[in-house]
Nanobody
Framework: QVQLVESGGGSVQAGGSLTLSCVAS????????MAWYRQGSGPERELVSR???????TYAESAKGRFTISLDNNKTTVYLQMNSLKPEDTSKYYC????????WGLGTQVTVSS
Protein backbone atom coordinates (compact mmCIF):
# COMPACT_ATOMS: atom_id res chain seq x y z
CA GLN A 1 0.00 0.00 0.00
CA VAL A 2 1.54 3.28 -1.12
CA GLN A 3 1.13 6.16 1.28
CA LEU A 4 2.31 9.76 1.14
CA VAL A 5 3.73 10.74 4.50
CA GLU A 6 4.36 14.42 5.23
CA SER A 7 6.59 15.95 7.88
CA GLY A 8 8.16 19.26 8.73
CA GLY A 9 5.21 21.43 9.63
CA GLY A 10 5.23 23.62 12.70
CA SER A 11 4.92 27.11 14.09
CA VAL A 12 7.18 29.99 13.13
CA GLN A 13 7.15 33.75 13.28
CA ALA A 14 6.63 35.84 10.20
CA GLY A 15 9.80 35.99 8.15
CA GLY A 16 10.87 32.53 9.27
CA SER A 17 11.43 29.36 7.28
CA LEU A 18 10.19 25.80 7.24
CA THR A 19 10.92 22.81 5.06
CA LEU A 20 8.20 20.28 4.38
CA SER A 21 8.99 16.74 3.28
CA CYS A 22 6.81 14.07 1.77
CA VAL A 23 7.84 10.51 1.04
CA ALA A 24 5.95 7.98 -1.06
CA SER A 25 6.20 5.15 1.41
CA UNK A 26 5.91 1.65 -0.05
CA UNK A 27 6.47 2.74 -3.65
CA UNK A 28 9.40 1.29 -5.57
CA UNK A 29 8.99 3.21 -8.81
CA UNK A 30 9.30 6.86 -9.73
CA UNK A 31 6.39 9.16 -9.08
CA UNK A 32 5.15 10.90 -12.21
CA UNK A 33 4.80 14.12 -10.30
CA MET A 34 4.53 15.31 -6.74
CA ALA A 35 2.93 18.48 -5.46
CA TRP A 36 2.03 20.53 -2.42
CA TYR A 37 -1.44 21.91 -1.85
CA ARG A 38 -2.85 23.86 1.04
CA GLN A 39 -6.33 24.28 2.35
CA GLY A 40 -7.90 27.43 1.02
CA SER A 41 -10.50 29.59 2.72
CA GLY A 42 -13.22 27.45 1.17
CA PRO A 43 -13.53 23.71 0.73
CA GLU A 44 -11.04 23.54 -2.13
CA ARG A 45 -7.35 22.88 -1.73
CA GLU A 46 -5.16 25.25 -3.67
CA LEU A 47 -2.01 24.29 -5.49
CA VAL A 48 1.17 25.68 -3.97
CA SER A 49 3.71 23.99 -6.22
CA ARG A 50 4.11 20.94 -8.44
CA UNK A 51 7.19 19.22 -9.80
CA UNK A 52 7.19 16.65 -12.58
CA UNK A 53 9.72 13.86 -12.68
CA UNK A 54 11.12 15.63 -15.76
CA UNK A 55 11.98 18.54 -13.52
CA UNK A 56 9.30 20.92 -14.75
CA UNK A 57 8.03 23.09 -11.89
CA THR A 58 4.92 25.15 -11.33
CA TYR A 59 4.42 27.66 -8.52
CA ALA A 60 1.35 29.51 -7.37
CA GLU A 61 1.78 33.28 -7.57
CA SER A 62 1.79 33.44 -3.77
CA ALA A 63 4.74 31.03 -3.63
CA LYS A 64 6.96 32.50 -6.33
CA GLY A 65 10.22 33.87 -5.02
CA ARG A 66 9.68 32.49 -1.52
CA PHE A 67 9.12 28.74 -1.87
CA THR A 68 11.31 26.15 -3.58
CA ILE A 69 10.14 22.67 -4.50
CA SER A 70 12.54 19.83 -5.17
CA LEU A 71 12.47 16.10 -5.78
CA ASP A 72 15.01 13.52 -4.67
CA ASN A 73 16.90 11.41 -7.19
CA ASN A 74 14.57 8.45 -6.64
CA LYS A 75 11.58 10.66 -7.50
CA THR A 76 9.76 9.47 -4.38
CA THR A 77 10.41 12.30 -1.93
CA VAL A 78 9.40 15.89 -2.46
CA TYR A 79 10.52 18.89 -0.42
CA LEU A 80 9.09 22.35 -0.08
CA GLN A 81 11.49 24.95 1.27
CA MET A 82 9.43 27.88 2.49
CA ASN A 83 11.17 31.17 3.25
CA SER A 84 9.91 34.60 4.24
CA LEU A 85 6.77 33.05 5.64
CA LYS A 86 3.74 35.27 6.15
CA PRO A 87 0.73 34.86 8.45
CA GLU A 88 -1.39 34.26 5.35
CA ASP A 89 0.68 31.11 4.67
CA THR A 90 -0.93 29.57 7.74
CA SER A 91 -2.76 26.47 6.57
CA LYS A 92 -2.70 22.71 6.46
CA TYR A 93 -0.36 21.60 3.69
CA TYR A 94 -1.05 18.42 1.77
CA CYS A 95 1.26 16.35 -0.38
CA UNK A 96 -0.17 14.95 -3.59
CA UNK A 97 1.46 12.70 -6.13
CA UNK A 98 0.96 10.18 -8.86
CA UNK A 99 2.98 7.30 -7.52
CA UNK A 100 1.44 4.36 -9.30
CA UNK A 101 -1.90 6.08 -8.76
CA UNK A 102 -3.07 9.44 -7.42
CA UNK A 103 -2.36 9.73 -3.73
CA TRP A 104 -2.86 12.35 -1.03
CA GLY A 105 -1.13 12.65 2.29
CA LEU A 106 -2.95 13.44 5.52
CA GLY A 107 -1.48 16.93 5.75
CA THR A 108 0.83 18.85 8.03
CA GLN A 109 -0.04 22.10 9.78
CA VAL A 110 1.94 25.27 9.19
CA THR A 111 1.24 28.20 11.48
CA VAL A 112 2.88 31.58 10.97
CA SER A 113 2.44 34.19 13.67
CA SER A 114 2.85 37.93 13.18
Amino acid sequence: QVQLVESGGGSVQAGGSLTLSCVASGYSGQCTYMAWYRQGSGPERELVSRILNTGRITYAESAKGRFTISLDNNKTTVYLQMNSLKPEDTSKYYCQGVCGSLKWGLGTQVTVSS
